[in-house]
């Protein structure tokens, strides 16, 4: 069957879950390598050999995810990257983790998560014990409905899925689902590879307008990944983050950094003073912070003045 089933059959054919004790022998190894993070080059080329996600069957199975379960899809690349690795990935999470205890420590109120493009949930799952509040934006259904299923899976009452993308403006846009194993790189920036007739309609808002309209709360921590969007997504949000002075957990990609313009532009999105780091890390391992270059740099940290000793004491290199 096509791959493009990953995305159109995940509701319709995750009925029966393979838990730890049912792996076949050749998963077990997999997860195993997984772990071996003191391999020093070839580790995700040899599970490849083992299970590449652009190839492999089905497989549904069920892991635990930081005392949370977790189902997925060894056919799909975000699925297969939490079996072998723990997480999706282990850099981003390992700093969100600090991230929290670190606004915990500085302030006595509660802390509420903005997960924009949430894709399958695997970033809301994680956070959702940890914050007080997380708030989910995938206007995506095949994927919402994924998010959806780990929330019921691990009763969790302190998320809400938010059915919309995030924009500068409220409008209906055409939205071009990922291909292949990962469906979760849809776009709606259309580029010379996608087929214009795979595409559906979505509905994107405003930011600051959804935010006041549904009487949002403070955001603390804001997660943007949207395939290249992440520049509209800012506009649209730029009196909230002024206000909120967030810590951004951001994508930084060529179609972005066409929207912003200019490492000006990308400055001007965020608040004055604003303290800015490359996050990076190998797949299961912790997180590294690196000095942010605008050209280069493929992931974010955005801090606010106030707490650029977070990032300072934890520069490496």
């Not at 297969?80 to 302030?107: D, H, I, M, N």
């Not at 095949?142 to 924009?167: M, T």
């Not at 929207?259 to 608040?271: H, K, N, Q, T, V």
């Not at 000095?291 to 977070?310: D, K, N, T, W």
């Amino acid at each position: 069957m096509d791959k493009q089933r990953h995305w159109d059959s995940a509701s319709r054919d995750r009925t029966t879950f393979a838990l730890n004790c049912e792996f076949p022998l050749r998963l077990k190894l997999l997860r195993w390598l997984g772990r071996q993070t003191w391999l020093p080059r070839g580790q995700d080329l040899l599970l490849r050999m083992l299970c590449d996600p652009q190839t492999a069957p089905h497989f549904f199975f069920e892991i635990d995810f930081f005392g949370q379960r977790y189902r997925g899809d060894l056919a799909h690349y975000i699925d297969w990257v939490v079996f072998c690795y723990g997480a999706a990935p282990y850099s981003e999470v390992s700093l969100l983790k600090e991230v929290v205890a670190e606004l915990r420590s500085r302030r006595c109120s509660p802390v509420n998560f903005f997960d924009v493009g949430a894709n399958v949930g695997h970033h809301t799952l994680f956070m959702a014990p940890l914050a007080d509040c997380v708030l989910a934006f995938e206007p995506f259904p095949p994927l919402r409905s994924l998010i959806e299923e780990k929330i019921s899976l691990n009763a969790l009452n302190n998320v809400v899925v938010v059915p919309f993308g995030l924009g500068e403006r409220d409008e209906t846009l055409e939205y071009f689902p990922g291909k292949g194993a990962n469906p979760g790189a849809g776009t709606f920036l259309p580029n010379g590879q996608i087929h214009v007739e795979d595409s559906v309609k979505l509905t994107v808002r405003n930011g600051d307008l959804l935010c006041e309209e549904r009487n949002f709360p403070r955001i603390d921590l804001l997660k943007v990944d949207v395939e290249g969007f992440e520049p509209f997504v800012f506009r649209g949000l730029a009196n909230r983050i002024g206000r909120d002075r967030p810590v951004i957990l951001t994508e930084l990609t060529d179609a972005s950094r066409d929207g912003f313009g200019s490492e000006a532009g990308f400055r001007a999105s965020f608040y004055k003073s604003a303290r800015f780091a490359e996050v990076t890390g190998r797949n299961g391992c912790e997180f590294k912070l690196r000095r942010f270059v605008y050209e280069a740099s493929f992931e974010a940290l955005i801090v606010p003045p106030e707490m650029a000793e977070f990032v300072e004491t934890r520069l490496d290199g």
